[in-house]
């Protein structure tokens, strides 16, 4: 079955830049859907970052869209996350999952990993 | 402040049933029949229990069940039993600019 893992620093210093990577299992990127991003400060709800399908069109999130680039790498089977310019408001758990094509669900989700800003 | 409008929590008794209400706009749950539902467990990802309103995934127990009525979907549970405690999101597609929107959360204790 389709399985999504991410992985990527723990702790991001205040101003810099979280990277993060899903690696996808089970099925292949280019063969369709699009691909996303939500995360859940501690304790709080969810919030959409953004997503991608296999041809690097992208939809972003239009709060955090001049902070976010996502990008993709079907030779990998990959997507990653970038958000720039990091503040402690940044943390917390990242997601990323399989997202239907103009259906609007996220399934499966990857088990998310905290990324925590401080310095 | 999340887009849509959740009740914080709701309780049910075991065999009762409950539902709990998302609230948007005519932008985002007014005008698409594109709301999904996800349950999450303490310390766990989301699992989505509901799309389109009221579809089910596969493998997903039939005491789950969704509908709209203008800007707001419902999500019912009957016949509650202690593993549905949990988390319940609501998520809606809100158009071309604002893309994806979901709601705050609602706490579910099954007494």
């Known amino acids: 079955q389709v399985q999504l893992q991410e992985s990527g620093p723990g702790l991001v210093k205040p101003s810099e830049t979280l990277s993060l990577t899903c690696a996808v299992s089970?099925?292949?990127?280019?063969?369709?859907?699009?691909w996303g991003w939500i995360r859940q400060p501690p304790g709080k709800g969810l919030e959409w970052i953004g997503s991608?399908?296999?041809?690097?069109?992208?939809y972003y999130n239009p709060s955090l869209k001049s902070r976010v680039t996502i990008s993709v790498d079907t030779s990998k089977n990959q997507f990653s996350l970038k958000l720039s310019s990091v503040t402690a408001a940044d943390t917390a758990v990242y997601y990323c999952?399989?997202?239907?094509?103009?259906?609007?669900?996220?399934?499966?989700w990857g088990q998310g990993t905290l990324v925590t800003v401080s310095s | 402040q999340s887009a849509l409008t959740q009740p914080a929590s709701v309780s049910g008794s075991p065999g009762q049933s409950i539902t709990i209400s998302c609230t948007g706009t005519?932008?985002?749950?007014?005008?698409?029949?594109?709301v999904s539902w996800y349950q999450q467990h303490p310390g766990k990802a989301p699992k989505l229990m509901i799309y389109e309103v009221s579809k089910r995934p596969s493998g997903v127990s039939n005491r789950f069940s969704g509908s709209k009525s203008g800007n707001t979907a419902s999500l019912t549970i009957s016949g509650l039993q202690a593993e549905d405690e949990a988390d319940y999101y609501c998520?809606?597609?809100?158009?071309?600019?604002?893309?994806?929107?979901f709601g705050g959360g609602t706490k579910l204790t099954v007494l």
């Open positions: 005519s932008s985002d749950v007014g005008s698409y029949n594109l």
């Open positions: 089970g099925y292949s990127i280019s063969s369709g859907y699009y």
């Open positions: 991608i399908y296999h041809s690097g069109s992208t």
């Open positions: 999952a399989r997202q239907g094509l103009r259906t609007n669900w996220f399934d499966p």
């Open positions: 998520c809606s597609y809100a158009g071309s600019s604002t893309y994806v929107v």
